[in-house]
């Protein structure tokens, strides 16, 4: 069973700045592939950002700029800084992983190629 564990979810004000975290599996780290995923409700899970064990990002285009993906392998620890808060943000935010390999591109924003899910955090800006 692979456990994500995330944090760092909260309310906030429009402005404001959080840092996400999740923890993982050490391999997801040397191996594998992790990404940041949010869902609002009545919407479709969206990609945020991912990250490969060589630490090569990907962003969606409209995020990209104040959300920042990071991790800490020493620590087994995957974040997500997310900066100038908008109320839009506001979502449950997930953190994903997949062993597998998958191609560099949009394809590591699609939630479909992850296997391994953690429970989520909230986020809710407010303006």
């Known amino acids: 069973q692979v456990q994500l564990v995330e944090s760092g979810g909260g309310s906030v004000q429009a402005g404001g700045s959080l840092r996400l975290a999740c923890t993982a599996p050490?391999?997801?780290?040397?191996?594998?592939?992790m990404g940041w995923f949010r869902q609002a409700p009545g919407k479709e899970r969206e990609g945020v950002a991912a990250?490969?064990?060589?630490?090569?990002?990907k962003y969606d285009v409209s995020m990209q700029g104040r959300f920042t993906i990071s991790k800490d392998d020493a620590n087994n620890i995957l974040y997500l800084q997310i900066n100038s808060l908008q109320p839009e943000d506001t979502s449950m935010y997930y953190c994903?992983?997949?062993?597998?390999?998958?191609?560099?591109?949009?394809?590591?924003?699609?939630?479909?190629?992850?296997?391994?899910w953690g429970q989520g955090t909230q986020v809710t800006v407010s303006s």
């Open positions: 994903a992983a997949s062993p597998n390999w998958i191609p560099y591109g949009p394809g590591r924003l699609l939630p479909d190629n992850y296997q391994h």
């Open positions: 050490t391999y997801m780290f040397t191996h594998g592939y």
């Open positions: 990250i490969d064990y060589y630490g090569r990002t």
